[in-house]
């Protein structure tokens, strides 16, 4: 494998994780509206949800193209799946829902969802072999910036429940990579800090306020959001059209 692929990214991670906390900063505003109007769940916003790691999943299509330039198949394959496979299945998306044509996902859901842990699971031991730090906390910050607005948002534990259901207690582990500035040298390593100690209150916080209104367990009906594939029925009619 060429780890000057995976250097490219460090280069770049500490401009991914300005990028998440730009969205933290929106989630608080969000947070604090609801607060104040003492609002109801919000229904998942599909664009918005996934904005926060756009420019990540564009890097691995370019990552793709570059390990293709450098005769690096394994690297190609590795990024193949959150780099053109998710552009891919974003414009599949996207055109089915216009046409009002669902997609039956049922039949491939676990197959899909393990191999988005798998990925997930091999880049981060990828990047630490490589020593490639940031990149581990840029996954680590996306991932809790995810969970801290879907907790204090949608009142949805997502990540934490679906642990309890497939066991990948490797989930567990991803907080981890918040704490990583403490220990190696990060650029402005105080900011990175203060950054993380906050995400992961904010995230336990809202973990906590779900608990107590005893929804932590409650399953998803959203199919807006390809995350909660592994809840999706079987699709009956018009099978046809959704294959």
């Known amino acids: 494998m060429s780890s000057k692929i995976y250097v490219f990214m460090e280069g770049l991670a500490p401009y991914l994780a300005g990028w998440v906390f730009f969205f933290t900063l929106i989630n608080l505003s969000k947070i604090f509206s609801r607060m104040k109007k003492s609002g109801g769940a919000q229904k998942h916003n599909t664009f918005f949800v996934e904005a926060a790691g756009i420019p990540l999943t564009l890097l691995h299509t370019v990552c793709f193209v570059k390990a293709l330039a450098l005769f690096d198949w394994l690297s190609a ?16 998306y996207l055109s089915r829902s216009k046409n009002n044509m669902p997609i039956n996902w049922h039949p491939y859901k676990q197959i899909i969802c393990w191999l988005c842990k798998l990925n997930y699971l091999a880049f981060v031991l ?6 490639c730090y940031i990149m581990i906390y840029v996954f680590s910050v996306w991932i809790i ?7 204090w ?3 949805d534990a997502d990540r ?8 990948w207690v490797i989930r567990l582990c991803y907080p981890m990579g918040l ?10 390593a105080i900011f990175w800090q203060v950054y993380a100690i906050f995400l992961f209150t904010l995230w336990c916080s809202g973990l906590y306020r779900v608990c107590r209104s005893k929804q932590f ?7 807006g959001l390809l995350r909660n594939m592994v809840y999706f029925p079987e699709l009956e009619a018009d099978y046809d059209k959704c294959k």
């Open 179 to 188: 704490f990583l500035p403490f220990f190696f040298a990060f650029p402005l």
């Open 145 to 151: 910036n995810d969970q801290v607005m879907m907790a």
């Open 160 to 167: 934490s429940r679906r642990t309890m259901h497939d066991k």
């Open 217 to 223: 367990m409650q399953v998803p009906d959203d199919q």
């Open 153 to 155: 948002l949608s009142d």
């Open 77 to 92: 394959f590795l990024f193949l799946w959150w780099g053109p496979g998710f552009l891919y299945v974003a414009v599949l």
């Open 126 to 131: 990828i990047y630490w072999h490589y020593e």
